[in-house]
């Protein structure tokens, strides 16, 4: 079975622009979770898709937004980017949720200038 | 005060030590346990899962979850220099939000 995907892996952009990442779960799984990970504050739960609907948010503003395709496919968008949304942006995957666990993507790692 | 607390290290052991990693944790919701690997500029990469208090073992690898002390282990054999990274406890209550700790870095020298 083929693992996470994201794209792409990597991205440079300057303040003010927007980005959008793309991440494509493994096969059957229902649920896409993202994370951002700096290395001041870590790995930080973004969103959590499920069956096209947003099922968790963390604390993140509102800048950061999201979204689930029929096929599981999902994006995240940031706009108006600021320096300290430098991070890796990891993109996870699991069947349902409970009791299941996640599956991460290589990430893609965003660079604002 | 962060809901979990993980030493960052860096830990250094030489080849075919027994590694210790350990987290504690403060919400008592967290049902779900998990120890991640991470290499340099790479997604983490699960290595173990457990959701009930006692041990679990495979191969090299044993994680160990205390609930009544809220803390909880992962111990490597033999460690190989292929071992050297970051791990990174995680954990969930009943909803998907992963919360992590702060990841250890371990170097295991030939």
């Known amino acids: 079975k083929a693992g996470v995907t994201q794209t792409p892996r990597y991205l440079i952009k300057t303040r003010g622009q927007q980005v959008t990442l793309s991440c494509s779960p493994i096969s059957g799984h229902r649920s896409v979770s993202w994370y951002q990970q700096t290395p001041g504050q870590g790995l930080q739960f973004l969103f959590e898709?499920?069956?096209?609907?947003?099922?968790n948010k963390g604390n993140f503003p509102g800048r950061f937004s999201g979204r689930q395709f029929s096929n599981s496919r999902s994006e995240m968008n940031v706009s108006t980017l600021e320096l300290g949304d430098s991070a890796l942006y990891l993109c996870a995957s699991q069947t349902s949720g409970g009791s299941d666990t996640q599956y991460f993507g290589p990430g893609t790692r965003l660079t604002v200038l | 005060q962060k809901e979990v607390e993980q030493d960052p290290g860096p830990l250094s052991v030489p080849e075919g030590a027994i590694v210790s990693l350990n987290c504690t944790y403060s919400?008592?919701?967290?049902?779900?346990f998990m120890w991640y690997r991470q290499y340099s500029r790479k997604g983490p990469e699960l290595l173990m899962y457990t959701y009930s208090s006692g041990n679990k073992e495979d191969g090299r690898f044993t994680a160990q979850v205390d609930k009544s002390s809220k803390y909880i282990s992962l111990f490597i054999r033999d460690s190989q220099p292929s071992d050297s990274a970051t791990y990174l406890c995680?954990?969930?209550?009943?909803?998907?939000?992963?919360?992590f700790g702060g990841g250890t870095r371990l170097m295991v020298k030939p």
């Open positions: 919400n008592s919701a967290f049902q779900y």
């Open positions: 898709y499920f069956s096209e609907t947003q099922r």
């Open positions: 995680a954990m969930k209550g009943a909803g998907n939000m992963l919360t």
